[in-house]
């Protein structure tokens, strides 16, 4: 069976029932028409206002007959509640799992123990399922070095294998496949350099070229936060309590913000570009994280997928520009 998910939930349950994770955000936006999807959802009745993703989701569910999705209902977007009501609604079975804000031990364990409860797995299942995953994640470690460290892998495909381990295309085997053969001839590349380091914080763009246009103006992204913390390859080493305790999307900006600055030490970089999405919460953060770090940041909006709009381009074309001076003097 599928399981659509809305956000980076723990995977782990859903493999060891043996059932197929769908992330639901990578069905809409990689749709061949997402902007469709959006519509059909205000054509539903979904307001202008709500949030694309929000409404993508919704109809990538619908299309795909996805009959049983978690959905995080703290921690995350607060639109996915009333989503789901219209979802639920449809006929759709809905698990709810929900992110302690303060990272309490217990409550996330009683969380993470609803969804074993749901899909009839016991604690230990979903460990060795996550034991299982570690060599996967490991490699996604060694690509996002081959981007950093040694100029191999763009921002484009840093993006794409690290948001790929929110469901492993449903098929943890076939994507570490997939993954070996792309790590076998990004090794064989010549290192890319460029004037400027980059970091993409925030929630994954709705953005269909925001890196190839950042890398045609002698910039790399060389960090992507979120879907870094989608990997788990921070928390590697812990067991599953743990891992989903660490992981910073979730919870308090503190934690992002403390990431962030580690990361942007490590990987050297240039300036942040800080990406939220239209009519969402987070874009209240993007204060303290300008007041926060202290690299110069670029906020960016969208609201609706595909292509960078002019007044986008002028700005990251001037923020590179700044960048690239500010390293000359």
């Known amino acids: 069976m599928k399981i659509g998910l809305t956000t980076t939930i723990p995977v782990e349950a859903i493999l060891a029932a043996g059932h197929e994770p769908v992330d639901l955000n990578n069905i809409f936006i990689t749709d061949a028409e997402p902007d469709r999807l959006v519509a059909r ?5 979904y307001p202008r206002t709500a949030c694309a993703w929000i409404k993508g989701i919704y109809s990538a569910a619908l299309k795909h007959g996805i009959e049983t999705i978690i959905a995080v209902t703290q921690g995350d977007c607060a639109q996915t509640h009333a989503m789901i009501e219209t979802l639920s609604e449809a006929g759709t079975r809905i698990i709810p799992f929900a992110y302690p804000y303060d990272r309490d031990e217990e409550l996330l364990r009683a969380q993470i123990q609803r969804i074993c409860d749901h899909l009839r797995v016991t604690w230990e299942e979903a460990e060795h399922q996550r034991e299982r995953l570690r060599p996967i994640r490991m490699k996604v470690a060694e690509l996002d070095r081959l981007t950093w460290r040694d100029g191999l892998v763009s921002g484009l495909e840093n993006h794409y294998y690290q948001i790929c381990c929110s469901d492993f295309h449903g098929d943890p085997e076939r994507f570490e496949a997939e993954l070996g053969r792309f790590l076998s001839r990004a090794r064989g590349r010549v290192p890319a350099r460029s004037a400027v380091r980059l970091g993409v914080a925030g929630v994954p763009t709705i953005y269909s070229d925001l890196y190839d246009f950042v890398e045609g103006l002698d910039a790399r992204v060389v960090l992507n936060e979120t879907q870094r913390q989608f990997t788990m390859v921070p928390s590697i080493n812990c067991d599953l309590l743990e891992q989903y305790r660490r992981y910073t999307y979730p919870y308090q900006l503190s934690g992002r913000v403390k990431d962030l600055r580690e990361q942007i030490e490590l990987r050297q970089i240039d300036g942040l570009v800080h990406y939220t999405q239209a009519f969402c919460f987070r874009q209240i953060q993007d204060l303290l994280m300008k007041r ?15 292509p960078l709009d002019a007044r986008t381009r002028l700005r990251l074309e001037a923020f590179v520009e700044t960048l690239v001076a500010r390293k000359r003097h």
């Open 41 to 45: 959802a205000e054509t539903d009745g």
């Open 292 to 306: 926060h770090l202290d690299v110069p940041v670029l906020s960016l909006e969208g609201e609706n997928p595909g």
